[in-house]
Structures are given as C-alpha cells and as structure tokens.
C-alpha cells in the first residue's frame, strides 16, 4: 500500500506540534514555587499519587501535539493507492460489466476460485463508480443477454446485489460475442462516458491484447482474475461406452478421450462405477496431450448407467464423466453391403460416415448381408441398407425389431435390387410396394430436388447444396401409401424422392433413388457426407438412438413421447422431477450428471423408466494449460505473459485523519478535567 498527499506542502504545518512542547518547558522555567501546605503535603505524598498527576500532565501535552500534527495532516490532503479498474472519476458513466462464469473460472488452485475472484473485483469496480453511473451486466454462458433487458440500467448497488447471485456454470463461454453485446446495448445509453469491464480468466480464444481498447468511444478494460497464475488441468474430454459381444455376454468396452494440460506425464487411475460394480485401470498421457482410453467392463443387469473418474484436481467439475449403458444405449451406425461389392452404395456411405471431420463421433461399421447378425445390432443407432439384394425373412424380423424399439432404418433401393423381390422383403417396412423405376429428362431440369417443408431440419448450406444435385432415376411407388409418412423431398412433377415415417418407436428413411451414383450424382457431390450425417442425427434425436450423445449444459434435449401420453416427467442429477409437457423438450440442463425420463402411470403414482441421458460439462472448457497458445487449444495463459498491470485510484484519507483529531480533543478534555 502506498501513502501520498496531494498537498504535500501543507506538511510544513507539523512543525506548529512544537508550540506545546516550547510552551511547555517555558511555562516550567518560569512558574513560580509555591509552598504547600501540610495537608497537600499529605496527599501528594501518597503511594503513586504524585507519578499519576505527572503521567496525565505528559497525557495532555501528548494530545495537543498530537492534535496539531492531526490537523497539519489533514490540510496535506493524505491517500493511498489502491488498485482500480479505472472507473473512478467525477462524472457519472455507463459500465457495462461482463463476466466470465463458464466452466474453467472454477478452477481453484489459491484461496478462492477464479469466479470468487471475478466477483471480488466486481463488488471493487461498482463501488469505485461516481454517482450518478447506469450499469449493464452480461455473463459469457448467456453472451446475448444483458440485466436488464430494457431500461437504463442499474444502479451500482442494485448491479452489486445481483453479482452476489451469480454462480459459475458449466457451459463454455463467449467472450467475444459478450464483448459486442455489452458494446451494442452502451451505444443506447445517454451518458457520454461509457465503460466496458471484462473480468475473465482468458483461458480461451481471446487474447489479452493490450489492457485498453477504444471501439465507438467505449473503452474496453480488461482483467486477467487468473492474476497471470499458469493453470494445469485434467480431465475428461468425452466418454461412450459400447457392446463388446465377442466378450461375453454383459461384456461393455469403454472410449474415453482424456486431457493432460499439465508439463507432467499424467500417469493416474481411471475408474468406472457401474451399480455397485467398480472397475479401475491406470491411464498413462504425455504432458499436453490429449489420449484415447480404451477400458473393458461388465454391466450387471438391470443398470442403466455408469460413472467415469479420474482423480481430482483444481478443477475437479471436468474429471467425472457419465455414460449411458442397456437396451437403449445407440451410438455406432451399421451400413449393409449387398452382393456387389466394391464401389457399391455400402462404399460411398461409409465413406461418407467414416471421414473423422465435421464433429461426427459415431463409429461406423460395413458388414455383408450375407454376414449379418441380428447380435450386432446391439449399441446401433441407425442402419443403412442400400440395393442389399436377397435378405432372409429373419433378418428383416430384427431388423423391424431393431426400428420398433427405437432404431432408425435408412432404406434404398438401387439397380441391384428387383423390385418385386424388394417389395416381398420390406414390405412390413415401408408403406407400400414399388412400382416401377421411372427416368427423368434431365434437359427439362425435372431431375432437381426440392426440398419439402418437412426436410426442413438440413442445414441452409447443406440444402443449397442438395437441390443442386441431379438425380436421374427415381423408383415410383404404388397409390395408397399408409398414413404417417412425411416426404422430405421430391423430384419432377411432385414424385416423392425422399420419405421418413414411423415404426413403434423408431423411425424409418427411405431414399427412392440410388446411394451409388448409378442413379444420381448426390453421391460424388461435395454435400454427401454432411447430408446424410444430418439426416441421420435428426431421424435419431426423436427416437432415442443417441442416448449416448452427451447434451452440453444448457442445452435443450428432445423427448421420446410414447403413444397416448401428454406428460413426461424428468429427474435431474439433484432435485425433485420437473415435468414436461408434449410435445415440448426438456431444458433444464444446466448440472452435469444422469437424467432419467419417467412416465406416471395411470394416475397411481407409480411410474415407469422411459429412457436415460446424461449431461457432460463443455470440454472446450477443460482444454487448457501451462505454455499453450489460442491457435492450439482454448489453452491457460501463453508462454512470458504475465496479467496486465493493474490500475491504480486514490482512496482519503482526510475523514479518519480528521475522526483521529476529533478523538484527540475527547481525550484532551478528559485529562483536563482530571487534573
């Protein structure tokens, strides 16, 4: 702490203290003796009596000093200097004040975390605001929402009560769109003096790029509450489990992706908890490395889910995990391949879902009909079969199966597949026999696709890119179609190209061209891959198939609604059951953990196990460390950067200067009157 004077020159006032002490021994040369009677002889001459009357004559004297040393002080105009977040000043301003509460301003390696830290700073800035000053709050998990919404702004107490609600979040932040929020929402106000204050701990794409900018008259400061401390972190970035039937029945195989931001080998245990089962191994990673774990387990009946940990660390939110395990966990996709091999449909779409680009984590299978077994449908999301050939009546029983319990089907047929023969084979699947297979004329432009309202969930990128396409031949089906069946596209004068419909509770594609490009060129089009990635994470959002894709916080998570029922009720990992009414979603995902989705039964309050998710805490936000840039990782502070140097403001002192005096001249008065 550093202590200063404005008026330093006034300081040539102490030297009035000497007046007392000169007076003093003055008045003591000068004094006259005077003889004491008998009786004060008697009472001076008491044990202590004569030492206590000196002590309160040095009391008094001190004090006077002391009073004009006091009042000579306080015309110096003492201070000292505290840090400040340069808001301090005459005129009143708008302060738009953004902070970071995403998941890494958890992380607590001092006293406090870096969030308790933020709000620190926070309380210090709005208390530092010249009356008269309108603030505006924005928080990086929600960077397009300001408090308030409408109005003003708050005033700096009402500001400090609703930072003391705040509570850190599992989400990732935005930082740069809060940024351009809080800049928009100042633009409207009227004071002339406007402020952004970002109090972050940088752990991400955003660099500390010089402490103030000035964008539209705003300035922007910004505060590192890391205190340029280097940050090291583990944890868990994503985990699935999947059957492994080759190992026995109730036999599981667990893939984790396991972070080390730290400049040490992380060589640690990795436990899984299933029912009351416990399986631990050692997981070896490199220093900032990100490493694949590859774990086998055993489920006992009747579970539905499991827990992934490592041991903790200053961030302990990102070193457990959750998985869903049983009947209903889907992730891989299996692609049939018919008899004709080589670069047949089976190729194109696996090569499609294969390519590891795009943000798809579904593993992707090829087997033949002919080597197909309903055994490996287990742990499938989807299946695709196109122009298969011959299938026998059992395989299509599990594969019907497979759909009413929640799979999802994608079905084509193609030059290698008779239609009669098709129409015997699906016809429990789809909605009606083909016809015949009918050829456009593509100088009429009747070969372009067109996207019906229902195949509105593609991307606007992606449908651009699909109506570009030519398809040359289309298989027609028969009048008559069973109901439930949307088309998603068509083709010529209206002919249904591309339909979905419903089976039990899973879902049915049929694509009425090739996936091959024997009759269309969609297959060797650039939108291939991400056509038919989107289609199939639409078709399994709504049936359960991604029960083992992770919702991240706050993110809403659709619902399998059964037959007949308009409620649905959720359990969040802490909390009673929130209901949920049809068709809606659910939305309160913002904790980490297992959420189970019941059905009440018929009124008596027992209820019925619908399906399991689970939520995992943003892994872009466990992805930093000592020595990292933002181009590699959304990584801690970089190599040599230490945080900025923080500002400094003038606190008086002149007010407990002055109560000091006032003391003085109480205590004065009372030696005064014991003397």
């Given at each position: 702490?550093?202590?200063?004077?404005?008026?330093?020159?006034?300081l040539?006032?102490?030297?009035?203290?000497?007046?007392?002490?000169?007076?003093?021994?003055?008045?003591?040369?000068?004094?006259p003796v005077v003889?004491?009677?008998?009786?004060?002889?008697?009472?001076?001459?008491?044990?202590?009596?004569?030492?206590?009357?000196r002590?309160?004559?040095?009391?008094?004297?001190a004090?006077?000093?002391?009073?004009?040393?006091?009042?000579?002080?306080a015309f110096a105009?003492?201070?000292?200097?505290v840090?400040?977040?340069?808001?301090?000043?005459?005129?009143?301003?708008?302060?738009?004040l953004?902070?970071?509460?995403?998941?890494?301003?958890?992380?607590?390696?001092?006293?406090?975390?870096?969030?308790q830290?933020?709000?620190?700073?926070?309380?210090?800035?709005?208390?530092?605001?010249?009356?008269?000053s309108?603030?505006?709050?924005v928080?990086?998990?929600?960077?397009?929402?300001?408090?308030?919404?409408?109005?003003?702004?708050l005033?700096?107490?009402?500001?400090?009560?609703?930072?003391e609600?705040?509570?850190?979040t599992?989400?990732?932040g935005?930082?740069?769109?809060?940024?351009?929020?809080?800049?928009?929402?100042?633009?409207?106000?009227?004071?002339?003096?406007?402020?952004?204050?970002?109090?972050?701990?940088?752990?991400?794409?955003?660099?500390?790029?010089g402490r103030?900018?000035?964008?539209?008259?705003?300035?922007?400061?910004?505060?590192d509450?890391?205190?340029?401390?280097?940050?090291?972190?583990?944890?868990?970035?994503?985990?699935?489990?999947?059957?492994?039937?080759?190992?026995?029945?109730?036999?599981?195989?667990?893939?984790?992706?396991?972070?080390?931001?730290?400049?040490?080998?992380?060589?640690?245990?990795l436990?899984?908890?299933v029912?009351?089962?416990?399986?631990?191994?050692?997981?070896?990673?490199?220093?900032?490395?990100?490493?694949?774990?590859?774990?086998?387990?055993?489920?006992?009946?009747?579970?539905?889910f499991g827990?992934?940990?490592?041991?903790?660390?200053?961030?302990?939110?990102?070193?457990?995990?959750?998985?869903?395990?049983?009947?209903?966990?889907?992730?891989s996709?299996?692609?049939?391949?018919?008899?004709?091999?080589?670069q047949?449909?089976?190729?194109?779409?696996?090569?499609?879902?294969?390519?590891?680009?795009?943000?798809?984590s579904?593993?992707?299978?090829?087997?033949?009909?002919?080597?197909?077994?309903p055994?490996?449908?287990?742990?499938?999301?989807?299946?695709?079969?196109?122009?298969?050939?011959?299938?026998?009546?059992?395989?299509?029983?599990?594969?019907?199966?497979?759909v009413r319990?929640?799979?999802?089907?994608?079905l084509?047929?193609?030059?290698?597949?008779?239609?009669?023969?098709?129409?015997?084979?699906?016809?429990?699947?789809?909605?009606?026999?083909?016809?015949?297979?009918?050829t456009?004329?593509?100088?009429?432009?009747?070969?372009?696709?067109?996207?019906e309202?229902?195949?509105?969930?593609?991307?606007e990128?992606?449908?651009?890119?699909?109506?570009?396409?030519?398809?040359?031949?289309?298989?027609l089906?028969?009048?008559g179609?069973?109901?439930?069946?949307r088309?998603?596209?068509s083709?010529g004068?209206?002919l249904?190209?591309?339909l979905?419909?419903?089976l039990?509770?899973?879902?049915?594609?049929?694509?009425?061209s090739?996936?091959?490009?024997?009759?269309?060129?969609?297959?060797?089009?650039p939108?291939f891959?991400?056509?038919?990635?989107?289609?199939?994470?639409?078709?399994?959002?709504?049936?359960g198939?991604?029960?083992?894709?992770?919702?991240?916080?706050?993110?809403?998570?659709p619902?399998?609604?059964?037959?007949?029922?308009?409620?649905?009720?959720?359990?969040?990992?802490?909390?009673?059951?929130?209901?949920v009414?049809?068709?809606?979603?659910?939305?309160?995902?913002?904790q980490?953990?297992v959420?189970?989705?019941?059905?009440?039964?018929?009124g008596?309050?027992?209820s019925?196990l619908?399906?399991?998710f689970?939520v995992?805490?943003?892994?872009?936000?466990?992805?930093?460390g000592?020595?990292?840039?933002?181009?590699?990782?959304?990584?801690?502070?970089?190599?040599?950067?230490?945080?900025?140097?923080?500002?400094?403001?003038?606190?008086?002192?002149v007010t407990?200067?002055?109560?000091?005096a006032?003391?003085?001249?109480v205590?004065?008065?009372?030696?005064r009157?014991?003397?």
């Open positions: 702490m550093t202590i200063g004077f404005a008026s330093p020159w006034m040539v006032g102490v030297l009035a203290a000497l007046l007392p002490l000169l007076l003093h021994f003055w008045i003591r040369r000068q004094a003889p004491l009677e008998a009786l004060m002889r008697l009472v001076l001459g008491a044990r202590g009596a004569a030492l206590g009357v002590w309160m004559h040095h009391g008094l004297l004090s006077r000093v002391l009073l004009l040393v006091l009042l000579a002080v105009r003492p201070y000292r200097e840090p400040s977040s340069g808001l301090s000043g005459e005129r009143p301003l708008a302060l738009a953004v902070i970071d509460d995403s998941l890494s301003m958890r992380w607590k390696s001092r006293e406090r975390s870096d969030f830290e933020a709000l620190v700073r926070a309380r210090e800035a709005l208390g530092e605001l010249p009356e008269g309108r603030v505006f709050l928080r990086t998990s929600r960077p397009r929402e300001v408090e308030p919404r409408r109005g003003p702004g005033d700096p107490v009402q500001a400090a009560l609703r930072v609600r705040l509570v850190p599992w989400k990732a935005d930082l740069k769109t809060a940024l351009g929020t809080a800049r928009r929402r100042l633009r409207e106000s009227p004071l002339p003096d406007r402020r952004v204050l970002a109090l972050s701990d940088f752990r991400n794409d955003d660099s500390l790029e103030e900018e000035v964008q539209d008259g705003i300035a922007l400061l910004q505060e509450v890391t205190g340029g401390e280097p940050g090291e972190n583990h944890g868990i970035l994503s985990v699935r489990a999947l059957p492994d039937p080759e190992a026995g029945p109730g036999a599981w195989r667990l893939q984790a992706e396991v972070w080390n931001g730290s400049l040490r080998p992380l060589d640690d245990l436990s899984i908890r029912g009351g089962q416990v399986t631990a191994d050692r997981v070896a990673c490199p220093a900032m490395r990100r490493c694949s774990v590859s774990m086998e387990f055993h489920v006992p009946e009747g579970v539905r827990e992934v940990r490592l041991p903790p660390d200053s961030l302990p939110d990102d070193d457990a995990a959750w998985f869903v395990v049983g009947n209903g966990s889907r992730a996709v299996l692609v049939l391949e018919g008899p004709g091999g080589g047949g449909p089976a190729f194109f779409v696996g090569h499609a879902l294969g390519v590891t680009v795009g943000g798809w579904r593993e992707t299978r090829r087997v033949t009909v002919g080597g197909f077994s055994l490996q449908l287990a742990g499938v999301a989807a299946v695709v079969v196109a122009d298969p050939g011959p299938v026998s009546p059992d395989r299509v029983r599990a594969l019907e199966d497979f319990t929640g799979g999802v089907l994608w084509a047929p193609g030059p290698g597949t008779p239609l009669q023969a098709w129409n015997d084979t699906w016809k429990g699947l789809v909605p009606g026999p083909l016809r015949r297979v009918w456009l004329d593509p100088a009429s432009g009747e070969g372009r696709p067109v996207i309202e229902e195949g509105s969930f593609l991307g990128a992606v449908a651009a890119g699909f109506q570009e396409v030519r398809v040359r031949q289309v298989a089906p028969e009048a179609w069973a109901e439930g069946w088309p998603l596209a083709v004068s209206g249904p190209l591309w979905a419909g419903s039990g509770e899973g879902r049915v594609i049929l694509w009425l090739s996936l091959d490009p024997s009759w269309t060129d969609l297959p060797l089009a939108v891959v991400a056509w038919i990635r989107e289609t199939l994470e639409w078709a399994t959002r709504s049936t198939g991604s029960e083992t894709e992770p919702v991240r916080p706050g993110e809403a998570r619902l399998r609604w059964p037959e007949g029922e308009t409620e649905l009720w959720v359990t969040p990992p802490s909390g009673p059951a929130l209901a009414r049809a068709p809606g979603v659910f939305t309160g995902t913002d980490p953990g959420y189970t989705v019941h059905v009440r039964g018929d008596r309050g027992d019925r619908r399906e399991v689970v995992h805490p943003d892994p872009r936000e466990s992805r930093f000592p020595g990292l840039s933002p181009q590699v990782s959304r990584g801690g502070p970089r190599p040599g950067t230490a945080a900025p140097a923080p500002g400094k403001s003038r606190k008086s002192l407990p200067v002055l109560q000091g006032l003391l003085l001249l205590v004065e008065a009372f030696l009157e014991r003397i």
